[in-house]
């Protein structure tokens, strides 16, 4: 049962707490915005609870509040740790995704620079580290990025995604390869089309370069924010050296956490942020207990549950697709399906076309719905303007196409019924914009 947002209607929803305030719903929106944000599982309201509650005292104090709190954080470390197929000691917990992305940035610069003092060269000279990332990331690593080029900290290549797959093939990231990256930073998955990029494969040709290089190793990263949660992740597995993790994409709290293969043995971590110690001082600043607590939680429900939940979301998009071809047929796009690429089981990125230009855009679309809340691409980018995104562009979909972009993502709850609704509402939505253009 889940604290869904807004109201507090159908039966299956989980009564609000004790004195919380219960909003009045005259007639119920349907929430279709999951890639933006989840709601938090009622159990992680539990555990969160309870920690607010028993495990108030510092983590680094010795007498029992301190200790319940130590050992609640461990216990959360071990089941993120799970969550991501790694070791509890290679868990960091952040602030949240973007900072776990800036940690990796800032670390492979720092690694680029002590690795070729390691190798007797100085910092001067003209030869900057390099970094590889994708043209569809988000902006906590694409702006990390142009931060570090700006300042002439980094050069950095921003492999273009396939028009046609919407992935970041591996041949062109190693086509960007030069003998100063230090980086190769690929999403999983992406945030507005859920196209799952070929991150495994990319780090397999990448270790066969790292194989016969001698100075500097090139660091692998991928921002796994929109893929845990709705497809398997191991980083084991994939060959990563670090991994983000964001706690509110899979119904946690508002943080996140690094995943790094054997921080500082293996692989190289600096700080951001220098202070008391904690997190074995990667990470300093007295633990958020309550909040690493229910991280810890809802890495536990999707360890146990993964499969379910997968399932219910890809068989609800899948009908919510078939809703969508036989309500709108032909004026229907779908931007999320390239030719031999995956998708995350709940994202459905489509375009209704219309009878003219600018008819039927997203937002227009979306402000004259009475009940769906979605958005028509990645919330941080709700207050840039109208234009159509960028990401829809870099994967090859029109102008005319993605201007009228929607992005749908379907969650845990989401019902047929809730399907219906939604289509009902867009079917209202486009006639009246069509009938009054
Ligand atoms: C792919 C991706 N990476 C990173 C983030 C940022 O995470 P956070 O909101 O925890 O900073 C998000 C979502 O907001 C995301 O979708």
């Given at each position: 049962s889940l604290f869904l947002p807004g109201c507090w209607t159908t039966s299956e929803q989980a009564s609000p707490p004790q004195g919380c305030f219960v909003h009045d719903c005259p007639e119920r929106e349907i929430y279709m915005d999951y890639n933006a944000t989840t709601p938090l599982e009622a159990e992680v309201v539990q555990t969160i609870s309870e920690a607010l509650w028993e495990a108030w005292g510092n983590p680094s104090s010795s007498y029992p509040a301190g200790l319940k709190a130590k050992a609640?954080?461990?216990?959360?470390?071990?089941?993120?740790?799970?969550?991501?197929?790694?070791?509890?000691?290679?868990?960091?917990?952040?602030?949240?995704?973007?900072?776990?992305?800036?940690?990796?940035?800032?670390?492979?610069?720092?690694?680029?620079?002590?690795?070729?003092?390691?190798?007797?060269?100085?910092?001067?000279?003209?030869?900057?580290?390099?970094?590889?990332?994708?043209?569809v990331e988000h902006d906590s690593v694409k702006l990390a990025a142009e931060h570090l080029r700006t300042n002439g900290k980094a050069d950095v290549t921003f492999v273009s995604v396939s028009r046609e797959s919407a992935r970041v093939e591996a041949q062109d990231v190693m086509a960007a390869v030069r003998p100063n990256t230090c980086l190769v930073s690929v999403m999983l998955a992406n945030n507005e089309t859920g196209v799952v990029m070929p991150v495994q494969q990319i780090c397999e040709q990448v270790q066969a370069v790292n194989r016969r290089r001698q100075e500097l190793r090139i660091l692998l990263h991928t921002d796994a924010a929109q893929a845990l949660g709705k497809i398997p992740v191991s980083?084991?597995?994939?060959?990563?050296?670090?991994?983000?993790?964001?706690?509110?994409?899979?119904?946690?709290?508002?943080?996140?956490?690094?995943?790094?293969?054997?921080?500082?043995?293996?692989?190289?971590?600096?700080?951001?942020?220098?202070?008391?110690?904690?997190?074995?001082?990667?990470?300093?600043?007295?633990?958020?207990?309550?909040?690493?607590?229910g991280l810890g939680k809802a890495a536990e429900l999707v360890s146990a549950h993964l499969s379910d939940y997968a399932a219910h979301m890809q068989e609800t998009r899948l009908y919510l697709e078939d809703r969508l071809k036989a309500v709108f047929g032909d004026q229907i796009r779908f931007n999320s399906h390239h030719p031999g690429s995956d998708i995350l089981p709940n994202t459905c990125n489509v375009s209704i076309l219309g009878p003219g230009f600018q008819v039927l855009e997203g937002w227009k679309v979306l402000s004259r719905c009475t009940r769906l809340l979605a958005s028509v691409g990645a919330a941080c980018h709700t207050h840039s303007?109208?234009?159509?995104?960028?990401?829809?562009?870099?994967?090859?979909?029109?102008?005319?196409?993605?201007?009228?972009?929607?992005?749908?993502?379907?969650?845990?709850?989401?019902?047929?019924?809730?399907?219906?609704?939604?289509?009902?509402?867009?079917?209202?939505?486009?006639?009246?914009?069509?009938?009054?253009?």
């Open positions: 609640m954080i461990q216990q959360s470390r071990e089941s993120v740790a799970r969550l991501v197929g790694g070791q509890a000691q290679d868990i960091i917990f952040t602030s949240g995704g973007t900072e776990a992305n800036n940690m990796v940035f800032h670390t492979a610069v720092e690694h680029f620079w002590r690795s070729r003092e390691a190798a007797g060269q100085t910092r001067h000279g003209n030869v900057l580290p390099h970094i590889i990332t994708s043209n980083a084991r597995h994939l060959g990563v050296d670090f991994l983000t993790i964001v706690g509110h994409k899979f119904y946690g709290p508002r943080i996140g956490a690094l995943y790094v293969d054997g921080p500082n043995s293996r692989t190289p971590l600096y700080p951001l942020l220098f202070g008391g110690g904690q997190e074995r001082s990667f990470r300093p600043g007295t633990e958020n207990t309550a909040m690493i607590a303007s109208n234009r159509p995104s960028q990401v829809l562009l870099s994967c090859g979909v029109p102008d005319a196409v993605a201007a009228n972009a929607l992005r749908l993502s379907v969650g845990r709850t989401t019902t047929r019924a809730d399907v219906d609704a939604v289509v009902e509402d867009l079917k209202e939505a486009v006639q009246l914009l069509s009938t009054s253009c």
